[in-house]
C-alpha cells in the first residue's frame, strides 16, 4: 500500500512539472518572437526619428540663409517643418503605444548593485544586449566603491547626441538614451539624474555598512546576541526542570491516572510520562525557533551575509504565512462543516431515541419486531455517516486535487476486491438479524455443532457447546446450513423431547405406553400438563419400536434431561420385569408357543408341539 502511494504522488507529480514545463516553453516560444518584432519597429521608428531630426536641422539651416525678400521659399520651408514636427509627435505617440504592448512580455534586466536594484534596462545598444549592459554596469559600481579615492560627488552627466552619460573622470559608469527614456517614460536627462542620485545613495551605503566602525559594532552585537540567546535557552532548560519536579510532586494529587468503570485505561505513572514528553517536546521547540530567531538578526549585522537574513526569515515565516493564510481561506468551509455535522448529530441522536424506544417496546410498529431495532439503527447510521463524508467532501482541503482524488478511487478498488468474503459475511449477518432465526441465548444446531448462542456480529456467529467449548461460524455459512432453534417457542408450547424403545413382540404395548408415561413422569424438568405420550414408529423384524415424547421448558439442560429420563426408564421397566432389549434370533417352528402376548395366546388354538430326539453315535 505504501509503495503504491508513493507511485501514484510521483505520477502526479511528473505529470504537473510536465504539464507547467510545456506551458513555460510554449509562453516563451510564443513570446520571444513577439518581442523581437515589435523590437523591430521600435528601432525601425527610432532609425526614422533621427533620420527627421538630421532633416529638421538641414531645413532650419536653410531658412536661416533665405534672403528677406523671398517669402515663397521661407512659406515653403516652414510647412516642411511643421510637417516634420506633426511626423515626429505621431511617430513619438506610436513609440510610446509600443512600448506599453511590450511592458507585459518584456520585463526588463535589473541593475543590482550591492544587493539592491538600482534600476531596469529594457534595450540593446548595437551588439550589447540588456544582460550585457547591465552586467557590465554591476562591475563598474562594485570597482569604483572598492576604489578609495573615488568620491560620490565626483560623478558628472554629459550629453553625447541623444545619449546621457554618467562618468567619472574618463570611465564611463551607465548610459541613458531615448529608447531607455521612453521605456521609463520620462526625459533622459531627468532619467540620468535619478540613476545618480540612486548610484551614489547606493555607494555611501555599501561603503558605511562595510566599514570598520560598523564592523566592530556588529562583532559587539553578535557576542551580545549570542549571550542573550545563551541565558534564553538556560532559562527555558530550568524552567522545564522547575515544572518537572512540580508534576511529579503532584502525582495523587493532579495526576491520579485515568480510570473507567474502575479498570485503571492510564496509571499516574504513565500521565506524568506522558506531560514530561510534552515538555521536552515544548523545550526543545523553543529552543531550536530562538536559535533560528537569532541567527538571521547575526546575519544581518555583516554586509557580506546580510542577504541570507530574510531567506533564513522566510523559510520558517513563509510556512506559517501560508498555513494561517489557508485557514482564514477555509474557515467559511469549516463553519459549512461544523452546520452539516451538527444537522447529522442530531438526526443520529433522533434515530437512536427511536431505536431504544422501539427495542423496549415503549413504540410498537406493526410488523418490526424490537430485535431489530438496534440493526436497523446501525445501518441507517452506517449509510448517514456515509452520506455525510460524501456532502462535506467538496469542503475538505485538497479534495480537488488530482491526487486526492486518484488516491481515493485506488482505496475504494483495493477494499473491494480484498473484502469480498467479509462483504458476504456482513450480508449473510444482516439477513440473519432479520430472518429471526435465533437470538442471544438460544439453543440452537446448525450443522452437527449444538449448543447455546453467545454472540452474534456482522461477520460470525459464536456458540458455546455443552462441553464450554466456544465455535465462532461465520454467517455466509450459517446461512447456507439449516438451523433447528430448540429454544424458538420452548417457553410457550414447550419443546418435546423424545427417546426411542425397542422391545420384543411378546410384551403388550398397553404396558409399554403405560411404564413409559410412568417413567417420564418421574423427571422433574419434564411436564406434567401436557402430559408425556408415546408412539409406535415401527414394527421392525425382531422387535417394535416405541417413542416415548415429553415436553420441557428447559432446552438448555437438555442432555440432564435425556440422562434422567434413560436412568427412569431403565428403573421403571426393570421394576415391571420387563426386559430392554431387542432380540435377533432364528426359530425353527415346531408347534411351540409363538412369540405373542400371553392374552392374545388364550384366545387362539394352536398346535401340539413335537419332539426332536438326536442320537448321537458314541452313545
Not at 144 to 166: G, R
Not at 254 to 261: R, Y
Amino acid at each position: 500500500m505504501k509503495y503504491v502511494s508513493y507511485i501514484v504522488f510521483y505520477v502526479y507529480f511528473f505529470s504537473f512539472t510536465a504539464v507547467l514545463a510545456q506551458s513555460a516553453d510554449s509562453v516563451a516560444r510564443e513570446s520571444q518572437p513577439e518581442i523581437a518584432e515589435r523590437a523591430s519597429e521600435l528601432e525601425t521608428m527610432r532609425e526614422q526619428q533621427y533620420k527627421d531630426s538630421l532633416y529638421r536641422i538641414k531645413l532650419e539651416d536653410q531658412l536661416l540663409d533665405v534672403k528677406l525678400g523671398d517669402g515663397a521659399e521661407k512659406s515653403r520651408l516652414m510647412a516642411e517643418l511643421r510637417a516634420l514636427q506633426s511626423r515626429d509627435s505621431i511617430m513619438m505617440a506610436r513609440r510610446k503605444t509600443k512600448v506599453d504592448s511590450l511592458r507585459q512580455l518584456n520585463k526588463g534586466i535589473p541593475v543590482v548593485a550591492f544587493r539592491d536594484t538600482l534600476y531596469h534596462i529594457y534595450t540593446s545598444i548595437g551588439s550589447y544586449s540588456a544582460q550585457d549592459r547591465a552586467d557590465a554596469v554591476e562591475s563598474r559600481l562594485q570597482n569604483l566603491a572598492d576604489n578609495m579615492a573615488f568620491n560620490t560627488d565626483s560623478m558628472q552627466i554629459e550629453q553625447n547626441e541623444d545619449t546621457w552619460l554618467l562618468s567619472w573622470k574618463d570611465q564611463i559608469l551607465l548610459s541613458v538614451n531615448q529608447q531607455d527614456a521612453l521605456w521609463a517614460n520620462q526625459e533622459a536627462g531627468t532619467l540620468i539624474t535619478a540613476y545618480k542620485a540612486r548610484v551614489k545613495q547606493a555607494i555611501d551605503n555599501y561603503r558605511e555598512a562595510t566599514s570598520l566602525s560598523r564592523i566592530l559594532k556588529a562583532i559587539g552585537l553578535s557576542f551580545v546576541i549570542l549571550a542573550s540567546l545563551s541565558l534564553i535557552i538556560v532559562g527555558i532548560g530550568r524552567i522545564s526542570r522547575f515544572l518537572k519536579r512540580k508534576i511529579l510532586s503532584s502525582r495523587g494529587h493532579i495526576f491520579n491516572g485515568i480510570k473507567i468503570k474502575g479498570y485503571t485505561l492510564v496509571t499516574a505513572k504513565n500521565q506524568i510520562k506522558f506531560v514530561w514528553s510534552i515538555l521536552t517536546l515544548l523545550r526543545w521547540i523553543l529552543i531550536i525557533v530562538s536559535v533560528y530567531l537569532a541567527l538571521p538578526i547575526i546575519l544581518n549585522l555583516f554586509p557580506e551575509t546580510e542577504g541570507y537574513a530574510p531567506v533564513l526569515l522566510g523559510y520558517f515565516l513563509a510556512p506559517l504565512r501560508k498555513v494561517g493564510t489557508a485557514f482564514l481561506h477555509y474557515i467559511p468551509n469549516m463553519i459549512t462543516i461544523a452546520v452539516i455535522y451538527v444537522v447529522f448529530h442530531y438526526v443520529l441522536k433522533l434515530l437512536k431515541f427511536f431505536a431504544k424506544e422501539l427495542q423496549s417496546e415503549a413504540l410498537k410498529i406493526s410488523g418490526f419486531y424490537k430485535e431489530w431495532a438496534l440493526p436497523t439503527y446501525q445501518i441507517l447510521r452506517i449509510l448517514l455517516l456515509a452520506f455525510f463524508l460524501v456532502v462535506i467532501f467538496p469542503y475538505l482541503p485538497g479534495s480537488d486535487s488530482p491526487i486526492f482524488k486518484g488516491i481515493s478511487v485506488f482505496i475504494g478498488v483495493l477494499f473491494t476486491f480484498s473484502s469480498a468474503g467479509a462483504l458476504g459475511n456482513i450480508v449473510a449477518g444482516l439477513m440473519l438479524t432479520y430472518m429471526r432465526s435465533f437470538a442471544i441465548g438460544d439453543r440452537i444446531q446448525i450443522g452437527e455443532i449444538s449448543g447455546d448462542i453467545i454472540e452474534k456480529s456482522l461477520l460470525v456467529t459464536r456458540i458455546r457447546t455443552i462441553k464450554n467449548e466456544v465455535i465462532s461460524i461465520p454467517n455466509a455459512q450459517i446461512l447456507n446450513n439449516h438451523t433447528i432453534n430448540y429454544s424458538a417457542d420452548a417457553e410457550e408450547l414447550g419443546l418435546i423431547v423424545h427417546v426411542k424403545i425397542t422391545l420384543s413382540y411378546e410384551i403388550p404395548w398397553q404396558d409399554v405406553h403405560q411404564l413409559a408415561i410412568t417413567a417420564a413422569n418421574k423427571v422433574d424438568l419434564l411436564a406434567k400438563d401436557p402430559a408425556p405420550f408415546v408412539l409406535q414408529t415401527g414394527l421392525d423384524d425382531f422387535y417394535v419400536a416405541y417413542q416415548l415424547n415429553a415436553y420441557t421448558k428447559y432446552p438448555h439442560k437438555q442432555a440432564f434431561i435425556y440422562s434422567e429420563l434413560y436412568k427412569h426408564i431403565l428403573d421403571v421397566f426393570h421394576e415391571a420385569g420387563v426386559e430392554i432389549l431387542s432380540p435377533h434370533y432364528h426359530a425353527v417352528r415346531d408347534g411351540s408357543l409363538r412369540d405373542i402376548p400371553e392374552s392374545y395366546r388364550k384366545e387362539q388354538r394352536f398346535n401340539e408341539p413335537f419332539h426332536v430326539k438326536i442320537k448321537r453315535e458314541d452313545q
